[in-house]
């Protein structure tokens, strides 16, 4: 007969074989992996809340140490003794947050039932006030620890590969069910023991045939694998997915994410604005097929990526199955790229985001950027309306072309026009006002939206050129009441 499991904090006996003590929850002469979401945090170093129980549900959850926490919810392991099995508690912090929002997300995230490549969400249920959920417990880490421990901080191309596919099986489980995850990235793709892969934390999850779980225009999600319809506040499609699985097989193939920066706005304007650099430029090894791939599916706008998961899992199936061609050893030095960082003009963004502040709380304002030609005014530009849109502001952009340099207004013309677009008729006749004759002068547009204007001719002298001023001035007034404008 093997012999008990002595433990070793509280000196108690176990039968032969437990791996955590009945008693006190100590693991008993082995430790056990992170559980999803979390690092290797044990009780000791780390304890868990003082309003957690270590009972739940009238006994059979026994909570058994401390594992970690993210932003919503502090996570434990704990021992199932009905079931006879360890699973993870994960308490969700209700401070701020809408509880039914939090029922109606687990309910969401119940209706994907069980599949090899997701996290089984077991049970959610409340104890003194404090809501939790149940969920299966996965012994090997995230991926997000995997590429920290990993040479260069990325995989071979085969296991990254392999990783996508699986979390690709996930997302069309998910998205056949009508839900859309919302927050891809390494941190939320965990690894069994035998190396599965299995996507969890819906806990942004949204269901596409439901009310919204969360306010219109609302951010959310993380920067660096954001899609850019979602870093505006747009409706998440399962292409949002898509492109924050393109952003995270990107960082598995090169060893970097798509985009870096010293904050959020940064990086945000850059899955706006920038083109990736070419995974190949990080990674020789990578092939064109691939690097189509991962490029297809960051690209900004959603219809022009792959149209679903399958298919991309079918691309990925094409890619492995094809005979591989080792490519040709570069005879110079490794290349390296700085990509399109920001740097040096911290001063001058500040100075617009003042500005832009400014103009939200009611003081608009001016601002002229100059330079030499290539010093970044494009880039600064984007940056600030990136944080522009951030703040809730509409951004209206119009350029001036030399070659066009004689056609008179034609910037504001271009940034008229996309607000005229945006607008539907009877809120744009209102917009308008009584100038809306005179703002058709420059925005054909707008003739073609509202009928029977009376016809006005271009300025030609002080007194038209002043009223059309003035019709512009108003209506630019009248638009900044919907929205700031940028």
């Known amino acids: 007969m093997a012999a008990a499991a002595h433990c070793s904090t509280c000196g108690s006996e176990n039968p032969a074989g437990q791996r955590f003590c009945d008693e006190c929850g100590s693991a008993l002469g082995e430790t056990t992996q992170a559980a999803p979401g979390a690092g290797q945090v044990s009780r000791a170093t780390a304890p868990g809340h003082p309003s957690e129980p270590e009972v739940l549900a009238q006994g059979r959850y026994r909570l058994q140490r401390f594992l970690g926490e993210g932003a919503k919810k502090r996570v434990h392991l704990a021992r199932d003794s009905r079931l006879d099995r360890d699973v993870a508690i994960a308490f969700v912090k209700s401070d701020g947050l809408d509880m039914l929002r939090v029922r109606r997300e687990a309910e969401a995230m119940g209706r994907l039932g069980d599949h090899p490549n997701i996290v089984t969400v077991h049970d959610v249920d409340e104890e003194d006030g404090r809501v939790y959920l149940v969920c299966q417990f996965i012994d090997g880490g995230d991926l997000d620890h995997k590429l920290a421990e990993s040479d260069g901080h990325r995989l071979p191309i085969d296991d990254a590969l392999g990783i996508t596919e699986q979390v690709c099986a996930a997302l069309q ?8 995850h919302r927050d891809l990235k390494p941190g939320n793709v965990w690894l069994t023991a035998g190396g599965e892969a299995r996507l969890g934390d819906f806990g942004l999850a949204v269901a596409l045939d439901r009310s919204r779980l969360t306010h219109e225009g609302a951010m959310v999600g993380t920067a660096t694998y954001m899609p850019p319809e979602q870093a505006v506040g747009g409706s998440a499609s399962p292409r949002s997915d898509l492109y924050s699985l393109g952003a995270m097989l990107y960082e598995m193939l090169t060893g970097r994410p798509p985009f870096v ?13 920038v083109r990736p650099v070419a995974p190949s430029w990080h990674n020789a090894e990578i092939s064109p097929e691939i690097e189509a791939l991962v490029l297809s599916l960051l690209d900004k706008d959603p219809d022009a990526r792959p149209a679903s998961a399958v298919a991309v899992r079918e691309r990925i199936a094409q890619i492995r199955s094809a005979p591989r061609i080792e490519p040709p ?9 700085s990509g399109d960082f920001f740097v040096g003009r911290s001063v001058e963004i500040d100075a617009l985001k003042r500005a832009i502040d400014a103009a939200l709380g009611g003081h608009g304002s001016l601002v002229m950027v100059s330079g030499e030609p290539g010093i970044g005014k494009t880039f600064l530009t984007e940056q600030a309306a990136a944080y522009a849109k951030l ?16 056609i008179p207004y034609l910037p504001f013309v271009e940034a008229l026009r996309q607000y005229v677009q945006s607008r539907p008729d009877e809120a744009l006749r209102e917009d308008l006002g009584s100038g809306a004759a005179d703002v058709a002068i420059l925005v054909s547009e707008v003739r073609e939206r509202i009928a029977d204007l009376p016809t006005s001719a271009f300025p030609g002298g002080e ?6 001023f003035q019709s512009v001035a108003g209506f630019l007034v009248n638009a900044a009441k919907v929205t700031p404008l940028f």
């Not at 920066?261 to 604005?273: E, K, M, P, R, T």
């Not at 050893?329 to 790229?337: G, S, W």
């Open 173 to 180: 489980h998910a998205h056949d069910k009508e839900i859309v």
């Open 261 to 273: 920066g010293d904050d959020s706005v940064a990086i945000i304007s850059q899955h706006l604005n």
């Open 329 to 337: 050893k570069a005879d110079a030095a490794p290349r390296t790229a």
């Open 391 to 406: 703040r809730g502001a509409q951004t209206l952009l119009g350029r001036c072309h030399e070659t066009e340099a004689g």
């Open 463 to 468: 007194q038209e050129r002043h009223r059309l």
